[in-house]
């Protein structure tokens, strides 16, 4: 996988070269082993194309995800710990805005609000899908990134603006108390427990027949894909190609000289949380359209994963977010062939670990793009 | 904590009282200790006759906050060795818990549990537990080295995950090593040995019903004639122990802080490049720092569900890390005894408080039945009615939800305007002799 090609950039690096060299012998054990079950037959196309699918899939909600964060850190130079219950509030207002505009008239005002909850609200009824509403769903998603934008704003304007002098590791520390205030205030205010949201049955999918198998895939999962790669695309055209861009990667470079030339440093502070908010609430949003059920948890539980995604392309790149967060995510599907479900994120994880030790500055290392 | 100088002149008899307390509590850190020990159970014995609780529940009450003060006690004073002292960063606390608490059940739960152990002698398992906690920390010390604080703050929850998870898998749930039969019984957790204070006063500790033996005897029926019961005894008895191993623990922890060794972990703590242009081998320090403080976490851990009988992978959730570190910034990180403080302060009044508060509000004033959802309590607030909103707030799972509001917001207030701790600045400093004096440097902060 990406081990071998870090082994070659790695000549020079003195003591890490025989830990990237056992890595990469590894994971070329690993594609052999996995080239050898699928000429053995014991490994169909069809689960593997399965695998690779769920894997983007996976992997587009993380990069998206992890944009944000990415962006953020390296113009802030702190972890913010309070990234997923930023997703987790951009799904939620989202969604509820979504189902206003799918429901408003057929149900009452309070279940609406509560996406169901603790009130009867029949899904299929409300028919939510991107092919039955896509009014909903268009509108969900400009909200979802509208207000995630504006709480990450005020969210700074409160906690993070008055510490700018203070270490990464105070903010951390602050970024933790957001997280916590965040996500039980949501709790408190819309109770915990899972919610449907889309119809599933009339959600319409295709299936593309591989192999001896056939692999299904959903209009939603297209939509995520679809969506989370055009909001990169257009995240790259502002950080390449615009004055903003270049005075943010001026900022994450060095922030005093970019001071001192004159860029108003606050001024691109507050445009990158509100780009990072609205990037970070949109993939909340479509991470839910995909799962079809929300929780209050759905941000913190994937934290650590999004985490992981930053940390392989490199903390602080953009690029290698989108880049870190498909490498996770198939490589996370893909190790079902190897791992039963319930370790894939240990591996995942384990993989992170290994990725800060022996190369902090991820695979994508040294092209801070943001 | 008193009040200013420029307090109303009608104050000042209360304000006399308030400097003689410090200039009391100021001449050692046993006294301010005693102090604040009385304080809190004065506290807690008046909440429970304000709930109108009998003897016996004000007995249990004053009980279950020595538990979890000393819990936290340790748990604190174990991350404040690594943090406070070492400066390294770890939010894998839970993590470090959990793998010491499922190594000691595997040594020593029976053979015939559900999920068996290898039934070893309880002794055997709490040294095996603490030992796995001490090479997981070494293992974890690795990154420690090399990486930037933040980084370490994610290999760290990372780490904790991975056990959790590992410990939660349905892999693992039962199987055999040979021909030994093991198992962590995945999500339906799994019990522990028998609580070792049973053995103290039972004839057969593993039986529920088995009758006392004859020190349990004699205690049992002290106890019963002041109306307290067996079961409070038995958690008073343990507690009483755990409260010995905080004060080993700080002990040790004190000795470590005075001895070379905790100069030249503060020394680090302050600028490693210093420290190490002296000559010191400051990653031996601080592999040495990080490993004693997961060994302490084990141990926290052990005897903190030991106490139940009973361990599951819900209970290393990351949330427990983060209560730890809560507890160490009230405390102030740096300072021996304010980890002993911030500990018992955070699990009598930050844990525990919302719920005290909950009951004496519920008892004492009838706010009806709650509304289902805080739409309905905020629609009622439209005729001008907020008690919908009161017994919503206060219904059993909302109080758990704003507990953790408060928790939020209480880290970021403590990091934004006192990251020196409540007890103002009492890091310990580096040098042998204190060359400041103590009320000029209370005075600044």
């Known amino acids: ?370 | 904590m008193s009040d200013g100088p420029d307090r109303p002149a009608g104050q000042s008899r209360r304000g006399a009282a308030a400097d003689r307390l410090r200039a009391f509590v100021s001449v050692s850190d046993a006294r301010l200790l005693l102090v604040f020990a009385v304080a809190l159970y004065g506290l807690f014995t008046l909440v429970s006759v304000v709930l109108g609780y009998n003897f016996n529940g004000i007995v249990d009450t004053l009980r279950r906050i020595t538990f979890l003060s000393a819990i936290y006690a340790v748990l604190v004073l174990a991350l404040n060795v690594q943090w406070g002292y070492a400066g390294l960063f770890n939010i894998g606390v839970a993590g470090f818990m959990a793998i010491g608490v499922y190594t000691m059940g595997m040594l020593s739960s029976p053979t015939t549990n559900t999920f068996p152990g290898l039934g070893l002698p309880l002794p055997i398992g709490i040294l095996g537990g603490v030992l796995a906690a001490t090479v997981l920390g070494l293992l974890a010390a690795l990154p420690a080295l090399r990486l930037r604080g933040d980084y370490l703050a994610i290999v760290t929850l990372a780490m904790a995950e991975i056990v959790r998870r590992t410990y939660r898998s349905p892999v693992f749930q039962e199987f055999s090593l040979g021909s030994v039969q093991l198992g962590t019984g995945g999500s339906r957790g799994m019990n522990l040995p028998e609580n070792p204070i049973r053995t103290l006063f039972y004839q057969n500790p593993t039986e529920v019903g088995s009758p006392p033996n004859a020190l349990g005897n004699v205690l049992f029926d002290t106890a019963a004639a002041i109306g307290i019961q067996p079961s409070v005894v038995e958690g008073w008895v343990y507690a009483l122990g755990l409260v010995i191993v905080v004060g080993g623990v700080y002990w040790l922890l004190q000795r470590v802080g005075h001895s070379p060794f905790g100069r030249v972990l503060k020394a680090i703590r302050e600028d490693e490049v210093v420290a190490r242009a002296l000559g010191k081998d400051t990653r031996a320090f601080k592999i040495k720092a990080f490993a004693l403080g997961c060994a302490l976490m084990g141990l926290a851990g052990i005897l903190w569900r030991l106490s139940g009988g009973y361990v599951s992978t819900t209970m290393f959730q990351p949330i427990y890390t983060f209560y730890v570190f809560v507890a160490l910034i009230i405390g102030g990180a740096g300072s021996t005894t304010g980890s002993v403080i911030g500990g018992a302060v955070f699990a009598s009044l930050l844990f525990e408080g919302p719920n005290f508060v909950r009951r004496i509000v519920t008892g004492y004033v009838d706010v009806g039945a709650a509304p289902n959802t805080l739409f309905d309590a905020v629609a009622a607030l439209g005729s001008l009615d907020v008690t919908p909103l009161v017994a919503y707030s206060l219904s059993d799972v909302n109080v758990s939800a704003l507990r953790l509001v408060l928790l939020g917001v209480v880290l970021i207030y403590l990091i934004q305007n006192r990251p020196e701790g409540l007890l103002g600045h009492r890091k310990e400093v580096a040098s042998p002799i204190d060359l400041t004096d103590r009320d000029a440097r209370e005075g600044d902060s």
């Open chain 1, 1 to 370: 996988m990406t081990e071998q090609e870090s082994g070659w950039r790695l000549i020079g690096a003195g003591g890490t070269r025989p830990l990237v060299l056992i890595l990469a012998v590894v994971a070329l054990a690993l594609l052999t082993h996995l080239g050898w079950l699928l000429y053995a037959g014991d490994l169909g196309t069809a689960s593997l194309a399965g695998y690779l699918w769920e894997g983007t899939i996976l992997g587009m909600s993380y990069g998206l995800a992890g944009v944000g964060l990415a962006m953020t850190y390296s113009i802030l130079s702190f972890a913010n710990f309070a990234h997923g219950d930023l997703v987790t509030s951009g799904a939620l207002s989202g969604w509820i805005a979504a189902f206003f505009v799918a429901g408003t008239g057929d149900f009452s005002i309070r279940a609406l609000v509560h996406l169901g909850g603790p009130y009867s609200l029949n899904t299929n009824t409300l028919g939510l899908s991107v092919t039955n509403t896509p009014l909903a769903i268009v509108v969900g998603l400009i909200v979802a990134a509208a207000l995630t934008a504006l709480l990450a704003v005020a969210i700074d304007r409160l906690v993070f603006r008055p510490m700018r002098d203070q270490s990464g590791i105070s903010l951390l520390i602050a970024s933790v108390g957001v997280a916590l205030a965040l996500r039980y205030l949501l709790v408190f205010a819309l109770q915990a427990g899972p919610r449907g949201l889309t119809a599933g049955q009339q959600t319409p999918s295709m299936t593309v027949p591989i192999g001896a198998g056939s692999l299904t895939i959903g209009a939603h999962e297209i939509t995520l894909v679809v969506v989370a790669g055009l909001l990169m695309l257009a995240t790259h055209v502002v950080l390449r190609y615009t004055k903003l861009g270049t005075a943010m990667r001026a900022m994450a470079d060095n922030e005093d000289l970019a001071r001192v030339t004159g860029i108003p440093t606050e001024r691109v502070v507050l445009t990158t949380w509100l780009l990072g908010g609205a990037l970070t609430g949109a993939a909340g949003f479509l991470i839910a359209l995909e799962r079809g059920t929300l929780s209050m948890s759905l941000g913190w539980d994937l934290l650590l994963l999004i985490f992981a995604a930053v940390i392989l392309g490199g903390i602080g790149s953009v690029y290698g977010a989108i880049v870190g967060g498909v490498v996770i995510g198939i490589s996370s599907r893909l190790s079902l062939v190897w791992l039963p479900e319930s370790l894939v994120v240990v591996a995942a994880f384990l993989v992170m670990i290994t990725v800060l030790l022996v190369r902090p500055s991820g695979i994508m290392g040294g092209v801070r793009t943001a």
